[in-house]
């Protein structure tokens, strides 16, 4: 059963950064990682992924071009650097974890990934 941990939310002004991470109990680099987050009263929306070997990578259009994903092997950590960021991206973030598809997603509903972290909460707001 592969544990996740995210850590490195907060609260930040807008036009702020902060950095994300997923850690986990097992090698993360034999997994397809999503980063999902759920602000309250909305739905669970998918902001960027990263397949296994790196070979795929996805943002939702919502982030493009603020948010970068990536990978570190050495760490065993991924990452969701977030830029630029603005009031509407204030939620809990998670990320999560499969092993066994191909390619990685973020409009997967519930299931798609096998595994979730507890999350962590992004406050953006002045």
């Known amino acids: 059963q592969l544990q996740l941990v995210e850590s490195g939310g907060g609260l930040v002004q807008p036009g702020g950064f902060l950095r994300l991470s997923c850690s986990a109990s097992g090698t993360l680099d034999r997994y397809a990682i999503g980063w999902f987050r759920q602000a309250p009263g909305k739905e669970r929306e998918g902001v960027s992924c990263?397949?296994?070997?790196?070979?795929?990578?996805k943002y939702a259009d919502s982030v493009k071009g603020r948010f970068t994903i990536s990978r570190d092997n050495v760490k065993n950590m991924v990452y969701l650097q977030m830029d630029s960021l603005k009031p509407e991206d204030t939620a809990v973030y998670f990320c999560?974890?499969?092993?066994?598809?191909?390619?990685?997603?973020?409009?997967?509903?519930?299931?798609?990934?096998?595994?979730r972290g507890q999350g962590t909460q992004v406050t953006v707001s002045s």
């Open positions: 999560e974890a499969v092993a066994w598809r191909l390619g990685c997603t973020v409009v997967g509903g519930e299931g798609w990934y096998d595994y």
């Open positions: 990263i397949s296994r070997r790196d070979s795929i990578i």
